[in-house]
C-alpha cells in the first residue's frame, strides 16, 4: 500500500521534470532566431526607433528568453554532473549576452563609441560561443534519452555544427592577416575584394547553416521527450 504513492509521486515529479524541459526546448527552439533577428534589427536598422527609450529591451528580452530555456531544461537529471556542468556553462554564456545586449542600442545610437565597438565584437563572439556550447548541451541531452537514431544524429550534426562555427573565427583571423600583406596575387587581391564586398552575407551564411541545424535538433529532441511524456502519463 505504502509503495503506491511513493510510485505516484516519482512519476508525477518525472512528468514535472519533463514538462519544464520541454519547455526550456521550446524557449530555446524560438528564441534562436528571435534573437538573431532582433540583434541584426536593433544594430543595423531604425525598426525599433520609435519605441524611443524601450528600443533597449528587445534585444534584452530575447537573449533572456535562451537564458529561460537553459534554466527549465537544466531542472532535467540534476544527479548528473557532466550534464548540469555543460548547463551552467552555457547560462554562464547566456547572462553575458544578457549583460551585453543593451550594447546594441547604444552602438546602433552612437557607433563612434570605442567602448560600444568594442562590446559589439564581444557580443558576437560570445553568441557564436554560445551556440557552440548549446549544440554539447543538446548532445549531451540526446545521450541521456533512449531513442538511438536521436543519439547518432545529434552527434553527428552537433560535431559538424561545432567545427563550422570554428571555422568562422578562424576564416576571420586569415581575412584580416591577409589584409596586413603588402604585396598579394592579382587572384588573392580579386578574391579578397569579393569577400570584402560580400563579407556580411557570407558571415551570415556560416552562421545560418547551424543555427538551423541546432534549430531542427531542438525540434526532434522536443518531439521525443513530448512522446516520453505521453508514454509516462498513460
Same mark, same amino acid.
Given at each position: 500500500?505504502?509503495?503506491?504513492?511513493?510510485?505516484?509521486?516519482?512519476?508525477?515529479?518525472?512528468?514535472?521534470?519533463?514538462? /519544464?524541459?520541454?519547455? *526550456?526546448?521550446?524557449? +530555446?527552439?524560438?528564441?534562436?532566431?528571435?534573437?538573431?533577428? !532582433? $540583434?541584426?534589427?536593433?544594430? &543595423?536598422?531604425?525598426?525599433?526607433?520609435?519605441? *524611443?527609450?524601450?528600443?533597449?529591451?528587445?534585444? !534584452?528580452?530575447?537573449?533572456? #528568453? =535562451? !537564458?529561460?530555456?537553459?534554466? @527549465?531544461?537544466?531542472?532535467? @537529471?540534476?544527479?548528473?554532473?557532466?550534464? @548540469?556542468?555543460?548547463?551552467?556553462?552555457?547560462?554562464?554564456?547566456?547572462?553575458?549576452?544578457?549583460? =551585453?545586449?543593451?550594447?546594441?542600442?547604444?552602438?546602433? &545610437?552612437?557607433?563612434? !563609441?570605442?567602448? $560600444?565597438?568594442?562590446?559589439?565584437?564581444?557580443?558576437?563572439?560570445?553568441?557564436? +560561443?554560445?551556440?557552440?556550447?548549446?549544440? &554539447?548541451?543538446?548532445?549531451?541531452?540526446?545521450?541521456? +534519452?533512449?531513442?538511438?537514431?536521436? &543519439?547518432?544524429?545529434?552527434? #553527428?550534426?552537433?560535431?559538424?555544427?561545432? /567545427?563550422?562555427?570554428?571555422?568562422?573565427?578562424?576564416? +576571420?583571423?586569415?581575412?584580416?592577416?591577409?589584409?596586413?600583406?603588402?604585396?598579394?596575387?592579382?587572384?588573392?587581391?580579386?578574391?579578397?575584394?569579393?569577400?570584402?564586398?560580400?563579407?556580411?552575407?557570407?558571415?551570415?551564411?556560416?552562421? =545560418?547553416?547551424?543555427?538551423?541545424?541546432?534549430?531542427?535538433?531542438?525540434?526532434?529532441?522536443?518531439?521525443?521527450?513530448?512522446?516520453?511524456?505521453?508514454?509516462?502519463? /498513460?
Amino acid at each position: 500500500m505504502s509503495s503506491q504513492p511513493t510510485e505516484s509521486a516519482a512519476k508525477a515529479e518525472l512528468l514535472r521534470r519533463l514538462g /519544464r524541459l520541454v519547455r *526550456g526546448l521550446s524557449a +530555446l527552439f524560438w528564441g534562436l532566431p528571435l534573437t538573431l533577428l !532582433v $540583434y541584426i534589427q536593433t544594430a &543595423r536598422t531604425d525598426f525599433f526607433d520609435a519605441m *524611443g527609450a524601450f528600443a533597449i529591451l528587445p534585444p !534584452v528580452f530575447a537573449s533572456g #528568453l =535562451l !537564458v529561460y530555456g537553459l534554466v @527549465q531544461i537544466g531542472h532535467f @537529471q540534476s544527479q548528473e554532473r557532466i550534464w @548540469q556542468s555543460i548547463v551552467e556553462r552555457a547560462k554562464i554564456i547566456g547572462i553575458v549576452n544578457l549583460g =551585453l545586449s543593451p550594447f546594441l542600442f547604444w552602438w546602433h &545610437r552612437f557607433p563612434f !563609441v570605442e567602448l $560600444y565597438n568594442l562590446a559589439l565584437i564581444l557580443l558576437g563572439g560570445s553568441s557564436l +560561443l554560445f551556440i557552440f556550447i548549446l549544440n &554539447r548541451v543538446l548532445h549531451r541531452l540526446a545521450a541521456m +534519452l533512449p531513442d538511438e537514431t536521436l &543519439r547518432l544524429e545529434t552527434k #553527428l550534426f552537433t560535431t559538424f555544427n561545432r /567545427r563550422m562555427l570554428l571555422a568562422i573565427p578562424s576564416l +576571420l583571423v586569415a581575412y584580416y592577416a591577409l589584409g596586413f600583406i603588402s604585396h598579394t596575387p592579382d587572384l588573392l587581391s580579386f578574391i579578397l575584394g569579393h569577400v570584402e564586398a560580400q563579407g556580411l552575407w557570407l558571415v551570415m551564411f556560416l552562421i =545560418l547553416m547551424p543555427l538551423a541545424m541546432t534549430m531542427a535538433l531542438i525540434w526532434k529532441i522536443k518531439e521525443v521527450v513530448f512522446a516520453s511524456i505521453l508514454e509516462t502519463d /498513460r
